[in-house]
């Protein structure tokens, strides 16, 4: 099978010219962020078949980590999270909105199995998970015990199968691995919809130059499962529209649907500063036609790797005093020095997410193929040939 187009394949350029993608173009861009992905297929829809609900798999798993070989455990990170329609969930959220940090993987699934996932991640944590590093950094005793699991609605799979189980090994998985092999209808996004097409997994980067040479990135991934045909725009080209009323075969959707975004950068940034690069999500998703419904779970995850954070300690003792120790009220009040980025400069990464998250949805649609789901729904594969006439004809492309 050949490796699924993206968007700039199609000739098509996402963004501002002065803006530049990292060398793969994808979140593993970032240095020491790993993707892992665990894809369950199995039966496919018989519209001969009398059953009612036919035993039909096609979803999975999408692991992201902001360190390599599970240094997130030992070695937490800046992070914040935002929610631009809160139909969805992200366990671990209001720890991270109130702490600051993340010191687990982010997963992300179909809404069935988030509680599956969730036993798994607590287990991992648990039995496999290391307790310090080469340096002898100990990870925090609580670091674990809220782990980050995001969904999107899963259209394909049988609603009263239950594919997913805790020992899935989506850890095992992960690598620092091209775009193309997480992109499209694997991991999580094997059975989301968007914009009338196959949906899925996206991502992207760009490049932001640092002063004295070199440069930071931010990256983008999308689990995209979302709006409808009659939305869908490319440079404000209403492809989508031109589409239905030539007839081609779109995929049915009330619109209703979630996106999660993951952002992650090398750039010193800290968690307020997340939080706004966090809300320009909406503006990249609004160029391809993105509205945010009312039962939409909009959710952007943020982190940055650039910083390893000390978390407190935890007393785990069943017999711990409940009120303070002496040491605890006389000791010194430590701190901890951390690179911030200069305000001057922040507006550049906004457009960094802006642009990567557009880029991120258009490559999800692009990589999708047509599949079929347990009760006959087709979601439909991008007519990739088609939409570059249009793009063309428009003036989009040349």
């Given amino acids: 099978m050949p490796p699924p187009q993206r968007i700039r394949d199609l000739g098509y350029t996402p963004g501002q010219p002065w ?12 240095p020491g962020v790993e993707v892992g992905i665990v894809t369950l297929r199995s039966g496919e829809y018989d519209p001969s078949s009398t059953e009612m609900k036919q035993q039909v798999v096609k979803t999975g798993v999408t692991l992201i980590t902001p360190r390599p070989n599970d240094g997130v455990w030992v070695h937490p990170v800046f992070a914040n999270v935002v929610v631009f329609n809160g139909a969805g969930e992200l366990t671990g959220s209001t720890w991270i909105n109130e702490g600051g940090y993340l010191s687990t993987p982010i997963v992300i699934t179909g809404t069935r199995y988030v509680g599956p996932i969730l ?12 307790e310090e590093d080469e340096e ?8 674990g015990l809220l782990p980050v699991v995001g969904e999107t609605l899963d259209l394909l799979t049988t609603p009263t199968l239950h ?11 992960r ?28 991502t992207s980067s760009r490049l932001i130059p640092k002063a004295g040479g070199g440069f930071y990135t931010v990256g983008i991934f999308v689990q995209a499962n979302f709006g409808t045909a009659q939305e869908f725009t490319i440079r404000g080209v209403p492809v989508g ?12 959707s009330t619109g209703e649907g979630s996106i999660i975004t993951v952002l992650a950068t090398d750039a010193p940034l800290i968690p307020h500063q997340l939080a706004r690069l966090l809300r320009r999500i909406p503006v990249g998703l609004a160029r391809v036609g993105f509205a945010g419904t009312t039962f939409s779970g909009d959710i952007g995850i943020g982190f940055s790797t650039k910083q390893t954070i000390a978390p407190p300690s935890i007393v785990t003792s069943p017999n711990a005093p409940t009120t303070p120790t002496a040491s605890q009220t006389t000791s010194g009040a430590t701190s901890t020095q951390v690179d911030v980025l200069d ?20 490559n999800a649609i692009c990589a999708g193929e047509t ?28």
């Fill in 119 to 130: 036993t798994g991640a607590l287990d991992y944590f648990t039995n496999v998970a290391p």
């Fill in 343 to 362: 305000l001057d400069h922040i507006n550049k990464f906004f457009y960094a997410v802006e642009d990567a998250v557009e880029e991120s949805v258009l």
């Fill in 175 to 202: 690598e620092n691995r091209p775009p193309r092999e997480y992109e499209g209808s694997v991991g999580g996004g094997t059975g989301m919809a968007c914009l009338g097409f196959k949906g899925g997994n996206g």
């Fill in 163 to 173: 594919p997913v189980k805790p020992g899935i090994k989506a850890h095992s998985e």
């Fill in 19 to 30: 803006l530049h993608p990292g060398e793969q173009n994808g979140i593993t861009d970032v």
């Fill in 241 to 252: 529209r031109i589409l239905a009323s030539e007839g081609t075969a779109l995929s049915s």
């Fill in 371 to 398: 599949e079929v789901g347990w009760d006959g729904t087709f979601l439909h594969g991008f007519p990739h040939e088609r939409v570059k006439k249009i793009l063309q004809k428009a003036g989009v492309l040349e």
């Fill in 136 to 143: 002898g950094r100990v990870r925090n005793p609580g670091a």
